[in-house]
């Protein structure tokens, strides 16, 4: 049976990947929050994405048009996450265990973390487990080791201390 997922939806998911991507841009390309914003809102950036069809005997990629996004929705995570990134950090290290730091993780993983932190606690209107199932698919979509079972148990345990 085939999955349905409406329009509205697969727009807030792309959304959110690209709120990873411009939040990883801005932090390490040092471009403005607004400049990033009109990159993706215009198309410029975030558009495709390589797919890896790669076989035993055969490397290939290709690029895929992405779906389209929520620009609303995607520049208020942005400016959001870019405005109580400090704070966002501070409370997603005291959810790390002893010895780990916000720092010592991959930039595209702090990205991640902060995307869905700050949906988290700033969104109402979506179930927490859906917000988290949403950030575990996009971990497994940059990362295939351990880092998306560390994604799921932290998000877990951050949205069931936060609502």
Same mark, same amino acid.
């Given at each position: 049976?085939? *999955?349905?997922?409406?329009? *509205?939806? *697969? ?8 709120? &990873?991507?411009?939040?990883? %841009?801005? +932090?390490?390309?040092?471009?403005? &929050?607004? +400049? ?8 410029? &950036? ?7 069809? $790669? ?8 690029? &895929? ?6 620009? $609303? ?11 109580? *990134? ?47 199932? +949403? ?14 079972? %560390? ?13």
């Amino acid at each position: 049976m085939a *999955k349905y997922i409406s329009e *509205k939806i *697969k727009m807030k998911s792309a959304a959110r990947l690209a709120a &990873v991507q411009a939040t990883y %841009m801005i +932090e390490f390309g040092q471009l403005s &929050v607004d +400049e990033v914003i009109k990159d993706f809102i215009n198309g410029e &950036v975030g558009r495709y994405a390589i797919e890896d069809e $790669s076989t035993e005997y055969e490397e290939k990629e290709e690029l &895929v048009e992405l779906s389209q996004l929520d620009t $609303s929705y995607f520049a208020e995570l942005t400016r959001g996450i870019h405005k109580e *990134k400090e704070q966002l950090e501070k409370s997603l290290a005291t959810y790390l265990r002893d010895g780990w730091s916000f720092d010592r993780f991959d930039g595209t993983l702090r990205a991640l973390l902060l995307c869905a932190a700050y949906e988290l606690v700033h969104t109402d209107d979506v179930d927490a487990a859906v917000i988290v199932k +949403e950030y575990v698919d996009l971990a497994y979509a940059f990362f295939n080791k351990n880092e998306p079972k %560390m994604v799921n148990a932290l998000l877990d345990q951050i949205s069931k201390a936060i609502r």
